[in-house]
C-alpha cells in the first residue's frame, strides 16, 4: 500500500489551507471531495466566515482540534510558512499539491519529522481510491 492510500484511508481529520467558496476554484474542489467522502475537514481561509456551512478558520492555530492532516491549496511561499505551523503545531502530515509545494517546503518538513506529500492530486488520489461517494 502507497504511503498516499494509506493516509486516506487512515486519517480522517484535515485542514485545507486556501480553500475557496468559488465551487471551480481547486481549493474547493479539495474541499468537496474530502466532505463528500466523510472525512472531517476545517476549511482554513481567512477571506471566508463558512464554506458549505462549515465554519471557515482564519488560520490552524484557530482550530479546535489539532488535524491529521494539512492540505495546502497555496502558493509556494505560503504553503512554506504553512509547513512553519506544522512544526510549531506539531502537525505530522502535510500534503501539498501540484503547484503549492516548494523545495524549501519540503526540506522543512524532512528537517522536522513532518511527512511532506508533494506533486500529488488529492482529487485524482480519492478518486483512484473509490472510496465514498466523490463523483
Not at 486516506?8 to 485545507?16: D, G, H
Not at 468559488?22 to 471566508?48: M, R, S
Not at 488535524?67 to 501539498?96: F, H, N, Q, Y
Not at 517546503?105 to 528537517?111: N, S
Amino acid at each position: 500500500m502507497s504511503y498516499v492510500t494509506k493516509v486516506l484511508k487512515e486519517k480522517k481529520t484535515f485542514a485545507v489551507v486556501g480553500v475557496s467558496a468559488h465551487k471551480e476554484k481547486y481549493g474547493y474542489e479539495i474541499f468537496k471531495a474530502l466532505t463528500d467522502n466523510g472525512y472531517l475537514v476545517y476549511p482554513v481561509n481567512p477571506k471566508y466566515e463558512a464554506i458549505d456551512s462549515h465554519r471557515c478558520f482564519k488560520s490552524l492555530d484557530d482550530l479546535p482540534e489539532k488535524a491529521e492532516v494539512v492540505v495546502t491549496v497555496v502558493s509556494p511561499a505560503i504553503t512554506e510558512k504553512v509547513v512553519e505551523d506544522c512544526v510549531r503545531l506539531g502537525i505530522p502530515i502535510v500534503w501539498m499539491p501540484p503547484g503549492s509545494w516548494s523545495e524549501t517546503a519540503v526540506k522543512t518538513c524532512e528537517e522536522n519529522g513532518i511527512v511532506g506529500i508533494h506533486d500529488v492530486c488529492l482529487v485524482f488520489a480519492l478518486k483512484s481510491l473509490n472510496i465514498g461517494g466523490h463523483k
